[in-house]
């Protein structure tokens, strides 16, 4: 019998607070018949969101081709049969219950070559494409890449999402976290950066990466143009990897900021001794898209004899799963201008956006005015990562559990992503509907009110 001592250290030590004992609880309560409203994962479609019905008719026709002359007349538009036609040439005739390349269908990854093309007005290679289960996949192989022995370190934000502290714990790595500026936005600062990569130096760690969280998870920040380019000066001027993580790059709500992918500044800068990996995902953005684990990771700089190691590591999987890469391709290949689908996805989105700015906005407002909490603006991306004030000799993770048995409110605790010393946070998401998401903020301020005075704060 396998025993807890049997399993690897690295297993045992690794940590994802999202999905971590305080999640594990709320499903045990719901479980019991207690209401529990998830903000502990940006899981849109969990939360109410519909899925954009584009996508989801293409997939109908997709996996059962028949259903096209089988339904009455109309019940599709012709586009939608058209991409439907598309993806069954893609992908030879098999279906998608075959085996793709190991890099993913060909036409999806010339689909994603000419969407970064169209975004970034620069040249894209579909070699240099692989698609993904999530985008969290992509982040993985790129890490197991990097991380040799336990010198080999990679730099992390702090706060940042738990993924790559979890997978560099399990590659035997060491993290070199960089703290974002809490008090300025959570800005990110080229003197942390220099300062965080020498302390390692310092401790004997060889920095092979940095992570760039853009627009940010957990803190929601949006990047500028100045600030991509100076961290690619940065990974240039240290010999480091970039990793850019770009899953919510349609999330950008603050008024006059956008988003600026890493891909575009290298390009502009003719960049060539930097390694860049950018990934992107359908579980985020507007389309939500999570249990169809679809993405695709993008390498610029990347010598072909260490993609093929990307394709190796691909190959041991066999494939992506054959449906998340088609809604992969329904990402990067949308509606078009007079096509009958366009203007019904084009309403939807718009729905969706501007319902996440709003959500964005009450989360921040409705936070902020809690005494004890301090929230940033919600720039991008779908989550907030408030700062809370608590009684001496209590933490932020008996808070979360308190806030959860007494509201049914599921947030996951700062410490989960990492906070600067002294500090307690939280992270939510803002994705319940506009209908909750007053009722949740007052809950929430409400239970930090009751949980202060009981704690003698």
């Not at 085996?99 to 994603?112: C, I, K, L, P, Q």
């Not at 603006?377 to 004030?389: D, E, H, K, N, S």
């Not at 806030?403 to 500090?423: D, N």
């Amino acid at each position: 019998m396998v025993r807890i001592e049997d399993v690897a250290p690295p297993v045992r030590e690794a940590q994802y607070a999202v999905r971590g004992p305080i999640p594990a609880r709320a499903q045990e309560l719901e479980r019991a018949g207690r209401q529990v409203i998830y903000c502990n994962i940006g899981n849109p479609q969990s939360l109410g969101q519909k899925p954009l019905t584009f996508v989801r008719q293409v997939l109908a026709l997709a996996e059962y081709p028949e259903l096209a002359e089988r339904a009455p007349a109309g019940t599709f538009p012709a586009d939608v049969v058209e991409v439907a036609r598309e993806v069954a040439r893609g992908s030879g005739g098999h279906g998608l219950g075959a085996y793709t390349e190991s890099n993913g269908y060909r036409f999806v990854r010339e689909a994603v070559a000419r969407f970064i093309s169209a975004r970034d007005g620069i040249d894209a290679d579909a070699d240099a494409i692989f698609l993904t289960d999530g985008a969290s996949k992509g982040a993985q192989s790129v890490l197991r890449l990097l991380i040799a022995d336990p010198q080999d370190g990679i730099m992390i934000p702090l706060p940042q999402y738990p993924l790559y502290s979890a997978t560099i714990t399990l590659y035997g790595g060491a993290q070199v976290p960089y703290p974002l500026d809490e008090a300025h936005g959570w800005r990110l600062s080229i003197a942390d950066l220099e300062r965080s990569y020498e302390g390692a130096r310092a401790r004997g760690i060889r920095p092979r990466g940095i992570v760039v969280i853009n627009p940010g998870n957990p803190s929601g920040a949006v990047l500028d143009e100045p600030n991509v380019a100076a961290v690619l000066a940065f990974a240039r001027a240290r010999g480091l990897a970039v990793l850019a993580d770009e899953v919510y790059q349609e999330n950008v709500y603050a008024p006059g900021a956008r988003f600026a992918s890493f891909a575009k500044a290298l390009e502009g800068q003719r960049i060539r001794d930097v390694s860049l990996f950018s990934i992107h995902s359908v579980s985020k953005g507007l389309l939500g898209e999570c249990g169809h684990r679809g993405g695709y990771l993008e390498c610029r700089n990347v010598p072909a004899e260490v993609r093929e190691q990307l394709t190796k590591l691909q190959s041991i999987a066999l494939c992506a799963n054959s449906v998340g890469q088609i809604v992969t391709y329904l990402l990067v290949r949308p509606p078009r201008p007079g096509d009958p689908s366009y203007a019904t996805y084009e309403r939807e989105r718009s729905e969706i956006f501007e319902s996440l700015r709003r959500r964005a906005e009450i989360v921040e407002r409705g936070l902020s005015r809690v005494p004890g909490i301090s929230c940033n603006p919600v720039a991008g991306a779908m989550y907030a990562f408030p700062r809370i004030t608590l009684p001496a000799g209590t933490t932020d993770s008996e808070w979360c559990l308190a806030l959860l048995e007494e509201t049914g409110i599921c947030v996951v605790p700062g410490s989960g992503f990492g906070q600067a010393e002294g500090t307690w946070h939280f992270r939510t998401t803002i994705l319940p509907p506009l209908d909750q998401i007053e009722a949740v903020v007052a809950r929430i301020a409400e239970f930090h009110v009751r949980f202060t005075r009981a704690h003698g704060g």
